[in-house]
């Protein structure tokens, strides 16, 4: 606020003191993200929702991560961390690929703005098999009554990511990026 007085003019400010706020600005306007899971009961994704609903520069603190509430339709569980905004997904055994679940995750203490709230749009796809070629195993084995491991040639596969809609061509080794598939000489 500014006063102006002439200088040659007397003034009283009346009363001596006042009080004022000033509002946060309106939320601002996030993206609502969608996000894939794999259609499998128990599968875990985690998400980076703080890189993905597009947050403002000049929050001056915050914002706090808070699920409000999700649809159950093929989701378990649906966890942030608050300060974060790592979203974790759990799929439960129902299975269909049709079907959509959304998340709601309210954002709270964001410095110069309203408190708002995203919805995260979540799908299913298949989860998809690797293809392992190029080995074929040890014939010259001899039982002792202890497991044995070998395989002859070298390990390749392929591998369609329906969530990266990429496919990928693996070399060994494969225990980096197929778990349930390690090869041991």
């Known amino acids: 606020m500014i006063f102006t007085v002439p200088e040659s003019q007397p003034f009283t400010l009346n009363p001596s003191s006042f009080e004022f706020s000033i509002a946060k600005a309106p939320a601002p306007a996030l993206s609502q993200p969608s ?4 259609d499998a009961p128990g ?4 998400f980076d929702l703080a890189s ?3 947050l403002p520069s000049d929050l001056n603190g915050g914002p706090s991560y808070a699920i409000t509430g999700f649809t159950e339709t093929r989701l378990a569980s649906a966890a942030v961390d608050p300060a974060t905004g790592k979203l974790t997904l759990t799929a439960n055994d129902r299975a269909s690929r049709s079907v959509q679940d959304t998340v709601t995750v309210a954002l709270t203490d ?3 703005y309203e408190d708002c709230a995203v919805q995260v749009a979540v799908s299913y796809v298949t989860k998809p098999s690797a293809t392992i070629a190029g080995v074929k195993a040890a014939t010259d084995l001899v039982y002792n009554g202890e497991p044995q491991q070998g395989y002859t040639g070298s390990p390749q596969a392929t591998y369609l990511s329906p969530l990266e809609q990429s496919v990928r061509d693996l070399q060994r080794p494969l225990c980096h990026h197929l778990h349930r598939y390690c090869f041991r000489r």
């Open 52 to 54: 993905m609903i597009g």
């Open 43 to 46: 599968s875990v994704m985690k």
């Open 35 to 38: 996000v894939t899971l794999f």
């Open 110 to 112: 964001m410095g110069n």
